[in-house]
């Protein structure tokens, strides 16, 4: 089995968002980390591989920051890493995103699965994981809390989709693309050995012409969305009032007291 795992590396969660007047978005000096969903895949990745036998490459398109998942990746367990990047991919949208990941993937030549996080964090389009299995002519499986088969010599695999109003369970053929979500797994920590790994690791860059992708269809060029504009929302107004009573019960009292006067209740 060749399992890849698409990551991306976002902000971490608790960043500051900032928009400069001139439209630039900045996280500040916040740290950036592995797409906290990806977690998930990775896990799964790995738990398929060490059932099923095989190897995990892990796969980002990305300037130098994209490091930052992919050595997480390695450092939970991932086999191989791989980056695609050149000054061409930058102000990539979904549309030329996809094409970059599933030239790369198309590349590689031998993958049977292909898994993703549900969303990334921060751009949170959810289109990147069905674009890539468009254009790669092969199954999405979206929303996957449970793969229930995998069937490597059969070549199918068979998951459990979350729904608002069930679990729908769907067989496909591989090679696949399948998008988790959270509870499918506990990912794991990185241990000690893995972060060595990582760390010492060779992260060697693929550009376009090395997964033969064509320019005008990747980065700013082969986008059919733009940013012409971005704003912060305008700053929340309101009071915060602390109720402090005595005791526990009298904070209650007053505050029952003030939702009354208020009409809230
Ligand atoms: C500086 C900057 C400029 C941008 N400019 C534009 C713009 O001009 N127009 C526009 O439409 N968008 C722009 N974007 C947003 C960009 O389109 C998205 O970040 C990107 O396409 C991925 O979409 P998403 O984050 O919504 O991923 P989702 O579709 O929500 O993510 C689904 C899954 O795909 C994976 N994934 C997503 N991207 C990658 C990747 N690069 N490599 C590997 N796996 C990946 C995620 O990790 C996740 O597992 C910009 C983003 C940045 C940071």
Known sequence: MHIVVCTKHTPDSEAKMSVSGSGDVSWGTSPLI?????????????QLRDKHGGTVTALSMGPNEALEALKHAVAMGCDEAVRVWDDTCAGSD?????????????????????????S?????????????????GIPALMYVIKIAELDPA???????????EGRQVVTAPLPAV?????????????SFMGIRKAAKMDYPTSGLADIDAEADK???????VRWPEISMPPAREGEAEIIAGETVEESARLLVEKLLAEKVI
């Open 34 to 46: 592995i797409n906290p969903w990806d977690e998930y895949a990775v896990e799964e990745a790995l």
């Open 218 to 224: 990747a980065g700013a060029a082969g986008s059919g």
């Open 154 to 164: 059969g070549r199918t695999i068979t998951v459990e989709r979350l729904l608002e």
């Open 120 to 136: 990334a964090i921060d751009a949170q389009t959810w289109q990147v994981g069905p674009a890539v299995a468009r254009r790669l």
């Open 94 to 118: 979904t549309l030329a995103t996809s094409y970059v990941l599933a030239q790369a993937i198309r590349k590689m030549g031998d993958v049977d699965l292909i898994l993703f996080g549900k």
């Open 178 to 190: 399948v998008g988790t979500t959270k509870g499918i797994n506990e990912p794991r920590y990185t």
